[in-house]
């Protein structure tokens, strides 16, 4: 939460730092991935643009988002945006099936 602010958005301090947090994150992602009946989502607390972020600016709505489950399809949410109200209400509709 740092360094976007600091050097910017996609600058190279910034997908460094996704780096490192990928490297920090692998283990337990391989550890989920290996148990049944899983669900794992990560996603950012929010999105930015240049130095900003918090804004009402349409990059700052922007954020990925990867899901694997071995529980529920989620091939519909493929390529739609949402909002995250939207996406916990859709969460709660998939596994109440």
Do not use: C
Not at 72 to 92: I, V
């Amino acid at each position: 939460d740092f360094i976007g602010p600091k050097y910017g958005w996609l600058s190279n301090e910034y997908i460094e730092e996704f780096r490192m947090i990928d490297e920090d994150i692998a283990p337990i992602i391989q550890k989920l991935l290996n148990k049944k009946n899983t669900t794992l989502i990560i996603t950012s607390d929010h999105g930015g643009h240049e130095k900003i972020h918090g804004s009402e600016h349409p990059e700052d709505y922007k954020f990925p988002i990867i899901i694997y489950s071995d529980m529920a399809g989620f091939d519909d949410l493929k390529d739609k945006n949402y909002k995250t109200s939207q996406l916990r209400s859709y969460l709660k509709r998939v596994f109440a099936k």
